[in-house]
C-alpha cells in the first residue's frame, strides 16, 4: 500500500464515525452537554472539522474550506473567524450549538474531500517534510497528519459516547 492510501484510509475511517455520530441524531442531543463543563456531540463535530480543515489547508498552503466553502457564515458561531475549538473554555464551547446534523456533515464531508485530495498526492518522502518549527522537535508532515487522525479518532468516539449516555437518558 502507498503512503497515500494508508492516509486515505485512515481519514476515511474518521469520515465512516462521523457520519455514524450524526445518522438520525436529534438537534436535541446534537446540543446537550453531558455535564456542565462536558462538550456536545455538535461542539466535538464541529471541532473534528475545523481541526481538520485547518492543519490540512496548513500543510497544503491551501485556504480552508470553512472560509472558501462558505461554512463560516453558514453556521453564524459568535467566534473568532479562524477559531477550532482548541483551548475553548466551557462557555465557548457552549455557543456551539444549533447546527444542524445535515450541515455538519456537509461541512465535514467538504473538508474530507479536500483531505482525499491532498493526500492522494503524497509520496512516503513527503513526510518528512518540516511543516511547524513552533516545537522542539520539528513537527513533520507525517506528524502532523497522524496527529489529526488521531485527534479525530479520539474525539469521534467522545462523540459517539456523549451520544449513548444523552439518548440513554
Same mark, same amino acid.
Given at each position: ?20 455520530? =450524526? ?8 446540543? !446537550?452537554? /453531558?455535564? /456542565?463543563?462536558? $462538550? ?14 485547518? @492543519?490540512?489547508?496548513?500543510? !497544503? ?19 473568532? /473567524?479562524?477559531? @477550532?475549538?482548541?483551548?475553548? %473554555? ?16 456537509? #461541512? #465535514?464531508?467538504?473538508? @474530507?474531500?479536500? %483531505? =482525499? ?16 518549527? $513552533?516545537?522542539? /522537535?520539528?513537527? %513533520?508532515?507525517?506528524?502532523? =497528519? ?9 474525539? %469521534?468516539?467522545?462523540?459517539? #459516547?456523549?451520544?449513548?449516555? =444523552?439518548?440513554?437518558?
Amino acid at each position: 500500500m502507498e503512503i497515500s492510501g494508508v492516509f486515505a484510509d485512515a481519514f476515511g475511517r474518521v469520515r465512516e464515525e462521523v457520519h455514524a455520530v =450524526l445518522d438520525g441524531v436529534s438537534q436535541e442531543v446534537l446540543d !446537550a452537554r /453531558p455535564g /456542565p463543563v462536558a $462538550n456536545s456531540v455538535g461542539w466535538l463535530v464541529w471541532h473534528i472539522a475545523r481541526v481538520q480543515d485547518d @492543519h490540512v489547508a496548513g500543510v !497544503a498552503g491551501s485556504e480552508q474550506v470553512w472560509f472558501s466553502g462558505g461554512w463560516r457564515e453558514r453556521f453564524a458561531l459568535p467566534l473568532a /473567524p479562524a477559531d @477550532h475549538g482548541y483551548g475553548h %473554555t466551557s462557555e465557548q464551547a457552549g455557543l456551539v450549538r444549533g447546527i444542524a446534523a445535515g450541515e455538519l456533515r456537509g #461541512y #465535514y464531508d467538504a473538508v @474530507h474531500a479536500v %483531505t =482525499l485530495d491532498y493526500v492522494e498526492g503524497l509520496e512516503a518522502d513527503d513526510l518528512d517534510r518540516v511543516v511547524d518549527t $513552533n516545537w522542539d /522537535p520539528h513537527v %513533520t508532515l507525517g506528524v502532523r =497528519l497522524v496527529s489529526v487522525v488521531n485527534d479525530n479518532q479520539q474525539h %469521534t468516539g467522545q462523540a459517539a #459516547y456523549v451520544r449513548g449516555l =444523552l439518548e440513554a437518558e
